[in-house]
């Protein structure tokens, strides 16, 4: 439509209530995604959830006790769109003891502290609720699990050669 000088546009108040309606919505949902996306969490707000994260897991592959010995440069990353979630990059130092059948204790000790891995990312975080929950993405336990199979595999036929050559 064509305006010339002496036609007025005039807008009812019902629509002109209802475009407000409309742009205010816009606004606010695009500053709640802003807001998603650029309020990253601060490492001292990420630490306690991942020794937590940490903590729980260790207890998972330890049949004895498990503990954060060292939990160091706690950085949270750029916030990846992919993913909806923060990568965590972190140094840790952690341990195992268990008592084995013979009742010798064993502590088996992980220490990446010095490792070139903390520039990888050693979990994720995301928003929940009031808080944050760390967790490893489903497609990065997938390869981890796919390739301690393949480990474990490996070093079951290493020993069985190992047993056969000294029989």
């Excluded at 064509?2 to 007025?8: I, M």
């Excluded at 309020?39 to 207890?59: D, M, R, T, V």
Aim: aromatic share 10%; with cysteine; hydrophobic share 35%.
């Amino acid at each position: 439509m064509k305006f010339t000088p002496t036609q007025k546009l005039t807008i009812s108040s019902g629509s002109a209530t209802g475009i407000l309606i409309v742009v205010l919505a816009v606004l606010a949902v695009s500053g709640f995604i802003f807001f998603k996306q650029s309020g990253s969490p601060s490492s001292e707000q990420i630490q306690p959830e991942l020794e937590a994260f940490i903590l729980e897991n260790g207890k998972k592959d330890c049949a004895g006790t498990f503990e954060i010995i060292h939990l160091s440069d706690v950085a949270v990353g750029e916030y990846n769109n992919e993913l909806k979630a923060w990568p965590i990059y972190a140094a840790s130092k952690t341990s195992c003891e268990k008592v084995n059948s013979s009742g010798v204790k064993i502590t088996n000790t992980y220490d990446d502290m010095d490792s070139p891995a903390k520039k990888t990312a050693v979990a994720f975080a995301r928003e929940s609720g009031n808080t944050y929950e760390v967790f490893i993405p489903k497609e990065v336990r997938d390869i981890s699990n796919e390739l301690n199979d393949k480990l474990k595999n490996a070093s079951d036929k290493g020993f069985e050669e190992f047993k056969k050559n000294f029989k």
